[in-house]
């Protein structure tokens, strides 16, 4: 039978370009867990995916109910399901103001990493129960929390990379690199922030507690990313043989993932990634890499979190220090099992 593919955010960017690349196999039924019913379908109509190739199902992460919607409909359609891709995510790199999911969570940590948490543990009964040989959970990480970058220093210092969440590793534990070094560094504290409910009722709408930063929170939702699938496969790859992974995919410049930034920085950023930093990938290539993390067979280890080389190679990255700290990938599990209401 062909696999059963969840993507979130599939509408637009890494996600839809995955989907097509899953589609083309025609070994893949795209499940595209997507916010916008008819966004998401008229994209895969103009990426030219078949018809037969993948259905639409409604996804809010920025609400909680939704999510819990969403695993009662895909039960209800009686697929089973053997790879879930937790890839959507928002970035507000130039707000000034935090905004916030319909339960109240600051918008960045709660789509990326709250909505995503909720989602991957529910459905994990379900990867669970396939008998798919290859059952995978993967996260879309960043280079965010990652010790090795493709990118060249001096030039990641500049000041228009400053807020990108790709060229900018910015991540604490990441100091062998320059750019680790420049803030807004990702950086989850003690948690503070999220265990007092990251509502700014009466605490902080940041992780650490801190005032709010829409690129610092998109780095630590990351970090949050990179932590829980690490988590996950300590806690449950033994027990149930799925595999947990993680990516960095490469620099896609193009993507709706920079809407919300300034003009000249949207116009400027691509060409720059391109012919200066050449960590630029299309978003054509990077979806061929997350389709590989998806199936192909050779990607079947646990716990990895794959990055490419510039021949298009994969292999297995080292992440920061505070993205592979067991501890607080621990704490974090358990704050958000809190405030998800799993706990
Ligand atoms: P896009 O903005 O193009 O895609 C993001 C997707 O997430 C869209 O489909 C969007 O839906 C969806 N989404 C946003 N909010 C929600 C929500 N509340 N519920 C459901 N879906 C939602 O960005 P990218 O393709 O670049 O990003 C995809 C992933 O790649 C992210 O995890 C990002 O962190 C990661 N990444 C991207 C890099 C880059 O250079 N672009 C580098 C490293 C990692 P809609 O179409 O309705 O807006």
Same mark, same amino acid.
Request: proline share 5%.
């Given at each position: 039978?062909?696999?059963?593919? %969840?993507?979130?955010?599939?509408?637009?960017?890494?996600?839809?370009? *995955?989907?097509?690349?899953?589609?083309?196999?025609?070994?893949?039924?795209?499940?595209?867990?997507?916010?916008?019913? @008819?966004?998401?379908?008229?994209?895969?109509?103009?990426a030219g995916m078949a018809k037969e190739s993948y259905q639409v199902m409604h996804?809010? @992460?920025?609400?909680?109910?939704?999510?819990?919607?969403?695993?009662?409909?895909?039960?209800?359609?009686?697929? #089973?399901?053997?790879?879930?891709?937790?890839?959507?995510?928002v970035y507000f790199p130039t707000a000034k103001e935090p905004t916030y999911t319909a339960d109240g969570f600051e918008m960045s940590v709660g789509v990326n990493h709250l909505g995503h948490f909720l989602l991957a543990r529910e459905l994990l009964e379900d990867?669970?129960?396939?008998?798919? #040989?290859?059952?995978?959970?993967?996260?879309?990480?960043?280079?965010?929390? *990652? *010790?090795?970058?493709?990118? %060249?220093?001096?030039?990641?210092?500049? #000041?228009?990379?400053?807020?990108?969440?790709?060229?900018?590793?910015?991540? #604490?534990? $990441?100091t062998n690199t320059l750019a680790g070094n420049i803030p807004p560094k990702a950086n989850l504290g003690d948690l503070r922030g999220l265990a007092g409910g990251l509502n700014g009722l009466g605490g902080s709408t940041m992780i650490d507690g801190g005032e709010f930063d829409g690129a610092k929170a998109y780095k630590d939702s990351k970090v949050c990313n990179m932590l829980t699938m690490q988590e996950f496969h300590r806690r449950y790859h033994e027990e149930t043989g799925v595999t947990f992974a993680s990516l960095y995919p490469g620099c896609i410049a193009t993507t709706g993932l920079f809407r919300e930034h300034v003009a000249l920085f949207r116009l400027l950023f691509p060409p720059f990634q391109k012919y200066i930093t050449k960590g630029f990938v299309s978003e054509e290539e990077a979806g061929k890499r997350l389709a590989q993390v998806v199936s192909d067979p050779s990607l079947t280890k646990s716990g990895v979190y794959w990055s490419w080389n510039s $021949?298009?190679?994969?292999?297995? $990255?080292? @992440?920061?220090?505070?993205?592979?700290?067991p501890e607080k990938a621990q704490r974090l599990w358990q704050l958000s099992e809190k405030l998800v209401g799993l706990a």
């Open positions: 039978r062909k696999g059963n593919v %969840i993507v979130t955010g599939a509408s637009s960017g890494l996600g839809l370009a *995955t989907a097509k690349a899953l589609a083309e196999t025609g070994r893949w039924n795209v499940i595209m867990a997507c916010r916008d019913f @008819l966004k998401a379908e008229k994209a895969a109509k103009s996804l809010d @992460l920025a609400s909680l109910d939704s999510v819990r919607q969403f695993v009662k409909n895909f039960r209800q359609s009686g697929l #089973p399901l053997d790879v879930l891709v937790c890839n959507a995510a990867l669970k129960a396939s008998d798919y #040989p290859a059952r995978r959970l993967i996260i879309v990480g960043s280079i965010t929390g *990652t *010790t090795r970058t493709r990118c %060249i220093p001096s030039i990641e210092a500049h #000041p228009l990379t400053r807020a990108s969440p790709c060229v900018l590793p910015g991540a #604490p534990g $990441n $021949n298009s190679a994969s292999f297995e $990255n080292q @992440l920061s220090e505070e993205a592979s700290d």
